[in-house]
């Protein structure tokens, strides 16, 4: 079986989950099956066979940046001729799985990473380019001979979404954890880690929580960030948030820690995107990860964190309490939401509330923290690691091919 994955992030080019997601996927899937991997951002140098990196099409590096997305669609659904099957990632990828299936008669998969009429926000940032790349998503989704959601929250949003997809289409495969790589430091590594955290200002020795996401809506930075006003004053506040949305977002997160560093210390902002080994340090030095999200299918940050030994208090909502189990690997945090797309949360002073109390709680009890800590590591090593996902994965490619499962 051949299957091209079509994508717009592949390493070194990953700044979200769904970059993670399709790098480690492809990875175990290489071993069962012939993948080939189309993204975007040019030719890689060092890829594995098989990678084929497009640039914008001639003549495009100009015009809208939906436009240019479509121009390399258009260019992946040119080359996947030979594939017995199509599985693309986000709404960058999926009008190249649609065209390609069309054009060359073959099967096109999609996974749902994100939603696009659930984060209207992007209008900010995308204006006209909103409506184009909704277009897109939808077209590919009705279109699509199978879809792939992250989690069962995810695969109700799509049947709610998008009415015309049939349910027997939609199959839930939960996104996995490289547990080799995300894991706490031991002897001279953890001593090199204990380095890498001070010298990026972080004092190992103290409680903190940490947040790992990009600056946009869905993330719900700003929620955190009143919530850590209310957290006891030798709690941490350690931010690695960077890639904002727009210039109006970014302001407002900058506005934000100004005054939280003004009004309490130990506030630590990274804002380029860190090596994983440094990530890595950063999270095993923490008490506890936050998860603010008001929008969130399944979250990568929440299942890396948990792979480190660390508990998450996350928002009830989308596909976190599929990963957090709450009061055993973490605590998940109550909020009623606007349904208008955006969710808003409708009492956000109670949001902030709830948010800064069960922080409190759980930084404040080290010893308990650590024991949901080792909880939350044994929950991903049980239900995401990635061999387990990759067979799941093969399970539905074969379904949506027709063929039997193995005997």
């Known amino acids: 079986m051949r299957v091209d994955l079509l994508t717009r992030e592949y390493p070194p080019h990953v700044y979200g989950g769904a970059g993670v997601h399709v790098a480690e996927l492809s990875a175990v899937l290489r071993r069962s099956v012939d993948v080939r991997v189309r993204c975007f951002d040019g030719p890689r140098e060092d890829a594995p066979p098989g990678v084929t990196g497009y640039a914008v099409p001639d003549g495009l590096a100009g015009v809208d940046a939906t436009l240019r997305t479509l121009g390399v669609d258009l260019a992946m659904a040119d080359d996947v001729a030979g594939a017995d099957l199509l599985h693309s990632h986000t709404w960058y990828a999926n009008m190249a799985g649609h065209l390609g299936g069309l054009l060359h008669g073959i099967p096109h998969l999609l996974s749902a990473h994100s939603l696009e009429p659930l984060r209207p926000w992007k209008a900010e940032q995308l204006g006209g380019g909103y409506a184009l790349s909704s277009w897109a998503e939808r077209t590919a989704y009705e279109g699509a001979a199978g879809v792939v959601a992250v989690s069962a929250g995810m695969r109700e949003d799509i049947l709610r979404v998008y009415p015309q997809v049939d349910p027997a289409r939609v199959h839930v495969v939960h996104n996995g954890i490289d547990l080799a790589g995300w894991q706490r430091p031991t002897g001279p590594d953890a001593e ?15 409680p903190a929580v940490v947040f790992v996401g990009r600056i946009t809506r869905q993330k719900g930075l700003p929620y955190f960030l009143r919530a850590a006003e209310r957290l006891p004053a030798d709690v941490q506040v350690v931010l690695c948030a960077g890639a904002p949305d727009t210039a109006e977002l970014a302001a407002e997160v900058e506005g934000l820690v100004a005054g939280l560093a003004e009004r309490r210390q130990g506030v630590v902002w990274i804002a380029k995107m860190l090596p994983r080994d440094e990530l890595v340090a950063v999270l095993a030095s923490a008490t506890v990860f936050v998860c603010p999200s008001v929008y969130e299918p399944l979250g990568i940050v929440n299942l890396e964190a948990m792979a480190v030994g660390l508990p998450v208090v996350g928002t009830a909502t989308g596909g976190i309490p599929e990963v957090v189990d709450d009061g055993a690997t973490g605590v998940l945090v109550p909020i009623d939401q606007a349904q208008d797309g955006t969710g808003t949360p409708l009492d956000p002073d109670r949001f902030v509330a ?5 922080l409190t709680r759980v930084a404040g009890d080290p010893e308990r923290a650590a024991e949901m800590g080792a909880a939350a590591r044994r929950r991903v090593e049980e239900h995401f690691a990635w061999d387990a996902i990759a067979e799941r994965t093969l399970e539905v490619y074969r379904a949506v091919l027709g063929e039997p499962a193995p005997g």
């Open 192 to 206: 090199a880690a204990d380095a890498v955290v001070r010298g990026l200002g972080i004092d190992p020795d103290r």
């Open 354 to 358: 709830d948010l800064a109390d069960a």
